[in-house]
């Protein structure tokens, strides 16, 4: 379905990461991938994952330390000319600012969460225009919790919001362009960034009980729907968010 479509995928932490899910079924259904790991000691988990894949590219990317951005869109322009779609899958809060109420958050925590999980986005949309062929794709990762009050999701429903409000900005800029952009909203999974959550294991339990399948989603599903988004057959939708989270988000 993906025979000789090359994307990028940001946010591979550990095999348990959406990202990974996602990157997996893309190179199982033929696209050729490249990965980014944050730092060397994030390389010793995710190089592995690489080489499980046989992924192109693997690169650096920490997207608060100037100029790796750049870095690996350079790098992609010089080994690969183009693109056909760019997965973002990462996200951050400071523990103190996720946990405590959105009223007593701090502006630095603020802005971080807002760089890391939102504005990053954007910046990889900027470097992506000129290298994404006709009918390409840029996908991020939400949450329900942009839409609605979710319990202990705290400071990241307002920062999810904006994410999903910029897929929408950026469909409408992109759109000319012939590339597509979405978010894919997963129900809650075990992942590690996950886990910062306060009382994970509280909204775990409610996602299986309230969901219409009483079940989760697994990261394989996640990645056979970011395939089906990136395929030709989506080419007429974008500006959506898509929901993987076995009905949870119909529920009142």
């Not at 690169?59 to 690969?80: H, K, N, S, T, Y």
């Not at 405590?100 to 939102?118: E, H, K, N, P, W």
Request: net charge negative.
């Amino acid at each position: 379905m993906l025979k000789g479509k090359r994307g990028l995928v940001v946010g591979v932490a550990n095999g348990d990461s959406i990202a990974f899910g996602c990157a997996a079924k893309l190179r199982a259904f033929g696209a050729d991938i490249a990965l980014t790991y944050l730092n060397d000691k994030a390389k010793t988990y995710v190089e592995p994952l690489a080489r499980q894949i046989d992924a192109g590219l693997l690169l650096p990317l920490d997207v608060m330390q100037p100029g790796q951005m750049e870095a690996v869109f350079d790098r992609i322009r010089e080994e690969w000319g183009s693109l056909d779609f760019v997965i973002h899958s990462i996200a951050f809060a400071p523990r103190a600012d996720l946990h405590g109420r959105i009223t007593d958050c701090s502006q630095a925590g603020f802005l971080q969460a807002m760089q890391v999980s939102c504005h990053s986005f954007i910046e990889m949309a900027h470097h992506a225009e000129k290298l994404l062929n006709p009918g390409g794709a840029l996908i991020t990762m939400s949450y329900h919790g942009a839409d609605k009050v979710v319990d202990h999701y705290n400071l990241m429903g307002p920062v999810k919001a904006a994410l999903e409000s910029s897929v929408r900005y950026l469909a409408n800029e992109l759109g000319e362009r012939d590339i597509r952009v979405f978010a894919v909203s997963p129900g809650p999974l075990r992942t590690r960034a996950a886990s910062g959550i306060d009382h994970f294991d509280e909204l775990i339990d409610k996602a299986v009980t309230r969901s219409p399948g009483r079940r989760l989603v697994d990261i394989a599903e996640v990645g056979r729907v970011v395939a089906f988004l990136v395929s030709g057959a989506t080419s007429g939708m974008t500006g959506d968010v898509i929901y993987v989270d076995a009905g949870l988000h119909i529920m009142a």
